[in-house]
């Protein structure tokens, strides 16, 4: 499925950070490594994917990047610039952070462009500036009423790192439910990068975990994992749910909570579902010799009927015997 995220496949939600889109039809290669200063000269390339190579290239190496801020805004401001352009130089000055202070003023005017990929990375960038982009924040609120669901996620997300924002993690947390996936997805993701504090975040992923579309599942587990201990309990609910793929989605998960979780994770090897069984034995697996407690039930998996339990468990064996 392709997500509205700068138009690019679903794995490049906001909350990735992996940036913008590459121009179609380009044939851009981004091994080479020439300096900051030559980067930053092609940025004035007549051809467009060099000139989207630059941008890219420059983002990539923000911590040496900082001389570039000035070349970046003059490519935000232009608006004849393609989207495409636009949009990397946006997501280069919000990898650059605070060093791009002096980029808020050209970021914020983006807001307001009619282009939805420049929108969404300058205000994902204002909010990785930090404290010098506060100001921003009455331009970002308009933003959550954006057309585009990959706006709206920026701007809360911005919103939510620059003001505590409760109005924007309340925003992605009902965009989670959205009968929209792509709107669900984009949410999904974009709250496991944050540290939003409460019940409100681990129980809209946990809900998230029975979405009918594996991405989204998929997406809401790797989020619920990132949010750490505060996830368990939607986590240990989750496996109780009717549908398998709702816990085979959060025994992963929940096992890398810690050890403490083995003997939880360890019991749904029994789980009538083999996509369960086989998610509980990588999961011990991931712990090492801190699994011993679960190696009678992983000896059993080797038997077991399905083809992929029975390679997930002698894997798992085998880490745990440290072999």
């Known amino acids: 499925m392709i997500a509205a995220?700068?138009?690019?496949?679903r794995a490049d939600g906001p909350g990735s950070d992996r940036g913008p889109a590459l121009p179609p039809k380009t044939g851009v290669a981004l091994s080479q490594a020439p300096s900051i200063a030559q980067r930053i000269a092609e940025l004035d390339h007549r051809e467009l994917a060099v000139r989207w190579r630059a941008a890219y290239a420059l983002g990539q190496r923000a911590a040496a990047a900082k001389e570039a801020v000035a070349p970046l805004c003059k490519r935000l401001d232009a608006v004849d610039e393609h989207e495409y352009v636009r949009a990397a130089a946006a997501w280069a000055l919000g990898r650059i952070g605070e060093p791009a202070a002096a980029a808020v003023p050209s970021l914020v005017a983006a807001l307001a462009s009619q282009l939805p990929a420049v929108r969404q990375h300058a205000a994902l960038a204002l909010g990785h500036i930090g404290p010098a982009a506060r100001a921003s924040t009455p331009a970002l609120e308009r933003l959550l009423a954006d057309a585009s669901p990959a706006v709206r996620a920026a701007a809360a997300a911005s919103l939510w790192r620059l003001a505590r924002n409760d109005r924007a993690v309340a925003l992605l947390c009902e965009m989670t439910a959205s009968s929209d996936d792509n709107a669900s997805y984009i949410a999904v993701t974009t709250l496991g990068a944050l540290d939003a504090a409460g019940d409100r975040v681990p129980t809209a992923l946990g809900a998230a975990l029975a979405h009918r579309d594996a991405d989204i599942r998929r997406a809401a587990a790797a989020s619920l994992g990132a949010l750490g201990p505060a996830a368990t309990g939607p986590l240990i609910l989750a496996l109780s749910a009717k549908a398998a793929e709702c816990r085979a989605a959060a025994v992963e998960p929940l096992g890398g909570l810690g050890p403490k979780h083995v003997p939880r994770v360890a019991a749904m090897l029994d789980d009538p579902a083999p996509e369960v069984r086989s998610a509980a034995a990588r999961a011990?697996?991931?712990?090492?010799?801190?699994?011993?407690?679960?190696?009678?039930?992983?000896?059993?998996?080797?038997?077991?009927?399905?083809?992929t339990v029975r390679t997930a468990a002698t894997d798992a064996i085998e880490k745990i015997r440290g072999k």
């Open 5 to 9: 995220w700068g138009l690019v496949a």
């Open 284 to 307: 011990l697996g991931r712990h090492g010799p801190q699994a011993r407690l679960a190696l009678d039930r992983l000896l059993k998996a080797v038997e077991d009927p399905d083809a």
